[in-house]
């Protein structure tokens, strides 16, 4: 059984930082592109990072671009994203996501996690 928990949300003042973090069990990890999406109310899920098994050629939201990271530990069966320099318009609820080939459309993605939400207070 496939299980992504996502944990490290919370509430920061804009301009702060946080690390959200995924755990992945059930799945051979260091196969799968991993990537992070995010959904605020009434918006659909968007794309936000992804990166390959090996770890280079991630690939970001222009919104995110140069503020957030995505990194993974194939060890350790992890992906996290560092998110610094947040703004208002951050605030979603944040879920992780598997898929053996990378994709930016949610629709293309059939594992998820729970998700964890991360509130920028202006």
């Known amino acids: 059984q496939v299980q992504l928990v996502e944990s490290g949300g919370g509430l920061v003042q804009a301009g702060g930082s946080l690390r959200l973090s995924c755990a992945a069990s059930g799945l051979a990890f260091s196969r799968y592109f991993m990537a992070w999406f995010r959904q605020a109310p009434g918006t659909e899920r968007e794309f936000v990072a992804d990166i390959p098994w090996s770890g280079d050629n991630t690939y970001y939201a222009d919104s995110v671009k140069g503020r957030f990271t995505i990194s993974r530990d194939n060890a350790k069966n992890t992906v996290d994203l560092q998110m610094n320099s947040l703004k208002s318009e951050d605030t979603a609820v944040y879920y992780c996501?598997?898929?053996?080939?990378?994709?930016?459309?949610?629709?293309?993605?059939?594992?998820w996690g729970q998700g964890t939400r991360v509130t920028v207070s202006s």
């Open positions: 996501a598997a898929r053996r080939v990378g994709s930016t459309r949610a629709d293309e993605y059939d594992l």
